[in-house]
């Protein structure tokens, strides 16, 4: 597990936590109360959702308002949509609870590798990352990428 994990407020705005993905190399947080309690997870797919209103998906140019740095997330809209700098800008504002997943799958410290493979090899619900919680707070997190690379060092080491 990353035992360092970065975590976002619940009254954080959208805008802020947008622009902290823009800036990691990962697209997702655990969602933490003022006493520091887990209380949800937000990922890329969940503020893109915010946007979308159909089946097609556009890529934002980057530097629309509110953001300061450039953002690079799909979002489902079509061309002709001239209301979506107006429709980011009403959403910007709004605490990234109300897009949070409160249902968040998590394992303690002692969980054995067949349960996170369980978690994270799951068709639905798609996890790409499973916080690692002691008494409702975020110890660490294990995602798919950490997985994968502890079992190749396990077989470099065999080899």
């Known amino acids: 597990m990353t035992s360092e994990v970065e975590t976002v407020q619940h009254d954080e705005t959208i805008a ?4 902290k993905m823009a800036r990691r190399a990962f697209n997702g947080f655990p969602v933490v109360a003022d006493d520091g309690t887990l209380v949800g997870i937000v990922t890329q797919r969940d503020l893109v959702d915010i946007f979308e209103p159909s089946e097609r998906t556009l890529w934002i140019p980057i530097g629309f308002p509110p953001f300061l740095e450039p953002v690079d997330y799909a979002l489902d809209a079509s061309w002709a949509d001239l209301d979506l700098e107006i429709d980011l800008a009403r959403h910007a504002s709004d605490p ?4 949070m997943s409160e249902d968040v799958v998590t394992v303690d410290p002692d969980a054995d ?3 996170i493979l369980d978690i994270l090899a799951a068709e639905d619900p798609d996890i790409n990352r499973v916080p690692v919680v002691r ?3 975020v ?3 294990i995602t798919r990428q950490d997985v994968l690379q ?3 060092r396990e077989r470099e080491s065999k080899a």
């Open 96 to 99: 990234v609870s109300s897009v």
């Open 150 to 152: 502890a079992l190749r």
């Open 16 to 19: 802020a936590v947008l622009q």
């Open 139 to 141: 110890e660490g997190i």
């Open 113 to 115: 590798l067949d349960r």
């Open 135 to 137: 008494d409702g707070f």
